[in-house]
């Protein structure tokens, strides 16, 4: 595989200009076939007389790769002060060097667990628990994969909630498993991930 060097020179055919022209690699923020979202810092063949894009090197493949595979949806929702300070307490309790990174850690951890037949049972007696009541007044809003949307939207469909109401479940199911230790494997988990996060 020919690696290349930012400033390196190679030759295209460009169809702006309608000729084959000279191209410079350079960094640029491309966007995406789908039309959908950029990729920045991406190492491109620029046509040298209209400054397009025209080809990307096989070295920069990855990159647009990841980029397309991961943080493409959005989980936002408003809850209640308090359940979000919960979320934070349970960060600073695990050790998280930063809470606001590692609570989207753990909220992601319980969208994966929250279908599990031990806790999907008693989400809706959370949901109408007194601690989970509150003007929503508190934004919480983190990125999520392709493989974890999908997770979401079953989680979702199955338990019969919207985004803000699971984000209450699991701010009172954090409450009860974190912060009063009533789940010491789920502890111990979130332990694991703060230590390698
Ligand atoms: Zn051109």
Known sequence: MDIYKVGDKSKALCSFCKAITETTFRVRTVPLSSGKGRV???????CDRCD????IPQQSVPRIKEQIGTKRHSLEARIPQHLSDILN???HQIGANSASEFQAILIKYYIRRILEASLAKKIHKLLESELSSGKSDSRISLKIDDAMYETLVIALERLDLNQSELLRVIAVLV????????DEEAVEDLK??????
């Open 40 to 46: 920045e810092g991406v190492l491109a063949g620029v």
């Open 52 to 55: 397009r894009v025209l080809s």
């Open 89 to 91: 307490l349970a960060c």
């Open 175 to 182: 409450k009860h498993e974190i912060l009063d230790e009533e």
């Open 192 to 197: 694991k991930m703060a230590t390698v996060a």
